[in-house]
C-alpha cells in the first residue's frame, strides 16, 4: 500500500511539472499579438494593438500603453491630463516610491512609467503580474496627484 501511494504521487509530479513548466516557460520577448493574447487570457478585454510594438489596455474609462521593445523589454505608460502638479511633487513621488517613474511630458502632464527587462526571460507570469503591480501603482500616483493637484 505504501509503495503505491509512492508511485501515484511521483505519477502526479510528473504529469503537473510539464504544465507547470509551461506556464512558467521563460522566453527572450514576446510578439504583439502574443502580448494581446496574454492580457486577455488574464482577463482584460478592451486590449489592442495601435501600432507595431505598441498596446493599449482600457480599464474603466483609462488607457494604459504597453511598449514591446525590440530587445523584448516591456515599457507601460500612464499619464493624466487636466491637472497641475510641479516637478517637485513628481520629485517626492519618484524619492518615496519603487516599481515605476514619474515625469512631466512636454506638455506638463504626469506621466507613470515602468518597465520590465527581458533579459533574464520572462514568461507569462512575469507579463501579467509585471502589469497588476503597473495598476495598483496607477491607482496610487492618481491619488497622489489629484491631492497635489494647485488647479
Known sequence: ????RSALLILAVVVMFPMNALA???A???????????LTTDGYTAVSQIE???IRIKIDGRSYILFNKPDGDLQLYYAIT????SYVDVN?????KRLSKAYLDNDNDPVLE???LANGGISHKHVTEFFDIFLLSVS??????LENDAS
Open 52 to 54: 507595431d510594438g505598441m
Open 140 to 145: 496610487s500616483f492618481r491619488d497622489f496627484i
Open 92 to 96: 517626492e513621488w519618484n524619492k518615496t
Open 24 to 26: 512558467n516557460e521563460l
Open 1 to 4: 500500500m505504501k509503495n503505491l
Open 28 to 38: 527572450r520577448g514576446y510578439s504583439d499579438n502574443e502580448l494581446i493574447q496574454i
Open 82 to 85: 487636466g491637472v497641475d502638479i
Open 114 to 116: 515602468a518597465d520590465l
